[in-house]
């Protein structure tokens, strides 16, 4: 983080690190939901169809508050990554 010191008695910050919300966040590569076909040379014949957004796994630790998270949960079927 960076500061203005001008006033030594209020200084005011100027500049912020980004930092996850919470100490535990996989961040997950896209989803496919329609894995790319190719020809016997390795030609691309249709690309794939990946599912819009961004997906990330959370594991709350403590006292972490995960409630902001709630109306963005999902439980799927089959998972691709979990939490060893």
Known sequence: MEWD???PDNPIPTKW???Q???NTDI???VVLTPATFDD???ELTPAVYEEGY???VRLVGDEDGDALEPFKVEPETP?????
């Open 80 to 84: 691709q990554r979990v939490w060893a």
């Open 21 to 23: 919300n919470y100490r």
């Open 41 to 43: 040379e390795g030609n």
């Open 17 to 19: 690190e980004r930092q």
């Open 28 to 30: 997950l590569p896209k």
């Open 55 to 57: 997906f990330a796994n």
């Open 5 to 7: 010191n001008s006033d």
